[in-house]
T-cell receptor
């Protein structure tokens, strides 16, 4: 199936741990994004990559580090997890930077204990 | 800054019509999107407006007035499966990265029998 996929779907971990979330799209899109959706359901952009190059970096703690090994993959690594990092993280992709509709992955629900 | 407002929650009866309003104040404007998000799922694209007027897509229509900074999403012949959150998102230009999408907080629509 053509889609945006993320792993894992659920992630439960202790404060202070380091974890990664992986994202892959097989839509042939050039641009990928990471969003955070908090408990109040606000969806906020964190990062965007276009052809493996970082183009949007919102005010996100530097404990969050995105990595794009190729334009079909955008991973998110989080160091020293904090309680406030608990949220649903969505990966998305679009044909080009912000010009077209974005296709979202199924989300990763991160719970930090 | 960017500000997007929409009602938090609306309730309607199956078969009825519901109109979800969205007002925005953003520095620049390159289009407005509506996404649907069922509980626990990813947002999915519904509609896109960049010029003033009404766009109709089956039971869903979206309207835009750029001079008023206003849009609405109209859901007709409501079905139980339309119970979901509806997210208004504005695309605006940013340096070096082309465009960026900012989301409102979403309107949770509950359809009752």
């Amino acid at each position: 199936d053509t889609a945006v996929s993320q792993t894992p779907k659920y992630l439960v971990t202790q404060m202070g741990n380091d974890k990664s979330i992986k994202c892959e799209q097989n839509l042939g899109h050039d641009t990928m994004y990471w969003y955070k959706q908090d408990s109040k359901k606000f969806l906020k952009i964190m990062f965007s990559y276009n052809n493996k190059e970082l183009i949007i970096n919102e005010t996100v703690p530097n404990r969050f580090s995105p990595k794009s090994p190729d334009k079909a993959h955008l991973n998110l690594h989080i160091n020293s997890l904090e309680l406030g990092d608990s949220a649903v993280y969505f990966c998305a992709s679009s044909q080009s930077p912000g010009r077209d509709e974005q296709f979202f992955g199924p989300g990763t629900r991160l719970t930090v204990l | 800054g960017q500000n997007i407002d929409q009602p938090t929650e609306m309730t309607a009866t199956e078969g009825a019509i519901v109109q979800i309003n969205c007002t925005y104040q953003t520095s620049g404007f390159n289009g407005l999107f509506w996404y649907q998000q069922h509980a626990g799922e990813a947002p999915t694209f519904l509609s896109y407006n960049v010029l003033d007027g009404l766009e109709e897509k089956g039971r869903f229509s979206s309207f835009l007035s750029r001079s008023k900074g206003y849009s609405y999403l109209l859901l007709k012949e409501l079905q139980m499966k339309d119970s979901a959150s509806y997210l208004c998102a504005v695309r605006f230009p940013i340096k070096a990265a082309g465009n960026k999408l900012t989301f409102g907080g979403g309107t949770r629509v509950l359809v009752k029998p």
